[in-house]
């Protein structure tokens, strides 16, 4: 697949996607060095997709409310991604789309999501935001994938426990999809390592092969993700080479926003 599209700068050029027709998009995005492209992308660009075929996405109509993701093979951070995307219904209160994404030698990621038109109802929430402080006192860790990312530091901390900060640096426009995208994209920065750190060699990660298998996410409440959130994430265990973080993620006024599963594939290097 050779084409020339714009420049990636930012998060929000990331999620300007190129129509090809009117149900495929093409996505480029950042060379990190990694070779393999980061998970985040595949599954924002994905969302994205998704949600361009939504009729009135906006602040009015249909609003993503969950989405599962699979990671089916890893991608070329240097080519662009074609996401296609199906149509599987559209009603008046849910609409769902399934996505797939492809590059050269076939597809890399399977996402179904599901968009909800905004209710009026009761609003209860149950669980309580974390002691994690305020962002500014928290450690800042190096990211060159248009995010800031910060580690809250406790004693004693749990083996398979981690608290983080995160947010996009520049402003983003009003849009509840673009929003959404880019919490996407944010998603999948911490999972996978919680999820493996219970492995007898969790942390080494030089002595192991990882890769994410899948990825969820349920937006409970509106967020914003050029304002900080605070993921806190436990991993459950390693069993057939596989394990889970599950994470809650609130805003800075402690509203639980929405939640994280991610499993992740992990094996000895020989």
């Given at each position: 697949m050779s084409v020339l599209l714009h420049p990636v700068t930012d998060l929000a050029s990331l999620l300007d996607l190129e129509r090809v027709k009117p149900d495929a998009f093409l996505g480029s995005g950042p060379s990190l060095g990694y070779g393999r492209i980061y998970g985040g992308q595949v599954v924002a660009q994905?969302?994205?997709?998704?949600?361009?075929?939504?009729?009135?996405?906006?602040?009015?109509?249909?609003?993503p409310h969950?989405?599962?993701?699979?990671f089916v093979r890893a991608g070329d951070e240097r080519k662009p991604v074609?996401?296609?995307?199906?149509?599987?219904?559209?009603?008046?209160?849910?609409?769902?789309?399934q996505v797939v994404a492809y590059q050269e030698g076939g597809a890399i990621l399977n996402l179904i999501a599901s968009f909800h038109a905004p209710e009026v109802g009761d609003d209860v929430q149950s669980v309580r935001a974390p002691d994690a402080g305020a962002p500014d006192d928290a450690t800042a860790n190096p990211s060159e994938a248009?995010?800031?990312?910060?580690?809250?530091?406790?004693?004693?901390?749990?083996?398979?426990h981690s608290i983080t900060w995160m947010r996009v640096p520049e402003p983003l426009p009003d849009d509840p999809l673009l929003h959404a995208c880019a919490f996407a994209y944010l998603s999948d920065e911490d999972p996978l390592g919680v999820a493996l750190?219970?492995?007898?060699?969790?942390g080494q990660?030089?002595?192991?092969m990882t890769a994410?298998?899948?990825h969820a996410i349920w937006f409970?409440?509106?967020?914003?993700?050029?304002?900080?959130?605070?993921f806190e994430l436990d991993g459950f265990g390693v069993a057939d080479a596989r394990g889970l973080a599950l994470a809650r993620v609130f805003d800075r006024a402690g509203t639980h926003v929405a939640s994280i599963a991610q499993e992740g594939l992990v094996r000895r290097r020989h």
């Open positions: 994905a969302l994205r997709a998704a949600g361009n075929t939504v009729e009135g996405s906006g602040d009015a109509g249909h609003r969950s989405m599962h993701a699979y074609l996401y296609e995307v199906e149509r599987v219904r559209d009603g008046r209160s849910f609409s769902t789309r248009f995010f800031e990312h910060r580690s809250v530091r406790r004693e004693r901390e749990p083996r398979a750190l219970p492995h007898p060699l969790g990660w030089e002595n192991l994410s298998l899948d409970h409440r509106p967020l914003r993700a050029d304002d900080w959130l605070c």
